[in-house]
């Protein structure tokens, strides 16, 4: 079966630019996550989706990022304007039927540097 | 929500030596995944263990829910097995929270 796909993969952007992040997560899950994960550091949840519900978006910053689901599949993750601090791993990650029981998969990232 | 603190932060190991990483956390957790994240950044799940013990070929992992830690063994390490280690809690069936990662160098 085909694994958490995002893109791109890398991303460099000037500050104040917006930019926008990609994630099919894997088929027949319902749950999608995104986290983001700073050098050195674990990943942090920024918003978790069930179907096309956010269930808790607490840690994501909503003066500059948004998110969408649309049809319960994909996700798009975006932050406008970016600032230098946004500068890290991007993360998706799924599950079958949420976060009770069921072990999370991750995609390989979208790396972003703000210059 | 809790904290996860992960030890040790660092450790170079040579091949073929045994080691064990430990997770604590400060609240009781409904579950409980360690991953290892290879060196191109890639998550894979290793166990997915809310209590008990479970054995997956040299890895394996140990979670006492009472006193609040989990360990990972790693036996007869390989270079392969070098990246970093995090350990992730689900805290009140809502969210995880990740430890900072155990960093392991496994050396030729």
């Known amino acids: 079966e085909a694994g958490v796909v995002q893109s791109p993969r890398y991303k460099i952007i000037e500050k104040k630019q917006p930019v926008a992040f990609w994630c099919n997560p894997i088929s027949g899950h319902n749950t999608l996550y995104w986290y983001r994960q700073n050098l050195g550091q674990g990943p942090e949840l920024l918003i978790r989706?069930?179907?096309?519900?956010?269930?808790?978006d607490s840690q994501l910053p909503k003066d500059r990022f948004s998110a969408e689901r649309l049809k319960g599949v994909d996700s798009t993750l975006k932050i406008q304007p970016a600032e230098l601090g946004d500068s890290a791993v991007y993360l998706c990650a799924s599950s079958p039927s949420g976060s009770r029981d069921d072990t999370q998969y991750f995609g390989p990232g979208t790396r972003l540097t703000v210059l | 929500g809790i904290q996860v603190e992960q030890s040790p932060p660092d450790l170079i190991l040579q091949e073929g030596a045994n080691s064990t990483l430990r997770c604590n956390f400060s609240?009781?957790?409904?579950?409980l995944q360690w991953f290892h994240q290879n060196p191109w950044g890639q998550l894979i799940n290793l166990f997915y263990i809310p209590s008990g013990t479970k054995q997956n070929g040299r890895l394996s992992a140990t979670t006492v829910a009472t006193e609040r830690y989990s360990l990972l063994y790693i036996s007869s390490s390989q270079t392969t097995d070098s990246g970093v280690y995090f350990c992730?809690?689900?805290?009140?069936?809502?969210?995880?929270?990740f430890g900072s990662g155990t960093k392991l160098n496994v050396k030729p």
């Open positions: 609240d009781s957790v409904n579950n």
């Open positions: 992730a809690a689900l805290y009140n069936f809502n969210k995880f929270y």
């Open positions: 989706y069930e179907n096309e519900e956010a269930v808790d």
